[in-house]
């Protein structure tokens, strides 16, 4: 694929309108080559380690400290790109007991007058932390559609050291998926 072609389009869907710098800096530039870079020469849409947060919507996600009780962290990591999509934030919160006996954890995420019930019964910890990424994406997902905002969550680049938490539109993620990357890769969020 062609560089001024992905260029275009990065530029025509707005992917790097969250990213935390000025439009038309060489800061921005950079990103931008560094972001096609990677997808012409390592067939994955993402930015450089150093550069991940700056482009603000893609982010690293850690499953476990999010069902360990990292509700709130992860929120505070995503919020600046929530609120440039629209979302107001008047107060966030979390509920996160450990019952010593049963090792159940009572954890609920509150945000607003929402709020999310992250809570699941012991078992394996996979299952645990696959259960905690649902229902938190499925609840901002939720609120996000309820205040009439385009973004969503997606996961994106689950690999061994990790995977990605992308704030996209449907479109971003359709041009993500268009690009033939490694299937790894691509975009997805949680069927409800």
Do not use: W
């Not at 025509?12 to 950079?30: I, P």
């Not at 012409?40 to 930015?47: C, L, W």
């Amino acid at each position: 694929m062609e560089r001024k072609y992905i260029r275009y389009i990065i530029e025509q869907t707005g992917f790097l309108s969250h990213a935390d710098m000025k439009e038309d800096t060489e800061e921005m530039h950079v990103l931008m080559d560094s972001l096609i870079d990677h997808i012409i020469i390592r067939k994955i849409f993402s930015s450089p380690a150093n550069r991940k947060s700056r482009n603000g919507r893609i982010f690293n996600f850690d499953a476990f400290s999010l069902a360990n009780g990292g509700a709130c962290d992860l929120f505070d990591t995503i919020k600046p790109s929530l609120e440039k999509a629209g979302l107001i934030t008047t107060s966030v919160s979390q509920i996160f007991e450990i019952n010593e006996g049963s090792g159940n954890a009572l954890y609920k995420f509150m945000l607003n007058n929402e709020r999310c019930n992250l809570s699941v019964p012991a078992r394996d910890t996979e299952e645990v932390m696959e259960h905690v990424k649902k229902k938190y994406s499925r609840f901002l997902n939720s609120l996000l559609r309820k205040k009439r905002i385009r973004e969503r969550i997606y996961f994106m680049n689950d690999v061994s050291r990790g995977t990605e938490l992308a704030i996209l539109t449907p479109a971003q993620a359709k041009f993500i998926n268009s690009l033939n990357l490694d299937p790894l890769g691509r975009p997805y969020k949680f069927s409800y």
